[in-house]
């Protein structure tokens, strides 16, 4: 069981920054792959980011690259998203997640933290 919480919410105006932050439970985790995703009301859920279990390999949606930023320290088992130059288009809750070494999917997910960029 895998336990994630998100925290950095918050309220920023258009071409600010921000760095979310997700803290993971369990002694593996630096095997796990992490990911953030972000949804909007409305719209599916998101890929925004992943990294890899050693930091060795990013993945970034197309559209975020260049601004948003993964990052993960092992030793405090979290993950963090900076992201820059925010737009209000990046409004949206924002969610952690775990995929498990040997597993396809993300299975564990952190309750999500608002971000809202105001114009």
């Known amino acids: 069981q895998v336990q994630l919480v998100e925290s950095g919410a918050g309220l920023v105006q258009a071409g600010g920054s921000l760095r979310l932050s997700c803290a993971a439970s369990?002694?593996?985790?630096?095997?796990?792959?992490l990911g953030w995703f972000r949804r909007t009301p409305g719209k599916e859920r998101e890929f925004v980011a992943a990294?890899?279990?050693?930091?060795?390999?990013?993945y970034y949606a197309d559209s975020l690259k260049g601004r948003f930023t993964i990052s993960r320290d092992n030793a405090k088992n979290t993950v963090y998203l900076q992201m820059n130059s925010l737009k209000p288009d990046d409004t949206a809750v924002y969610y952690c997640a775990v995929r498990l070494p040997g597993t396809s999917g993300y299975g564990y997910w952190g309750q999500g933290t608002q971000v809202t960029v105001s114009s």
């Open positions: 369990g002694r593996a985790f630096s095997r796990y792959t």
């Open positions: 990294i890899s279990w050693s930091s060795n390999s990013t």
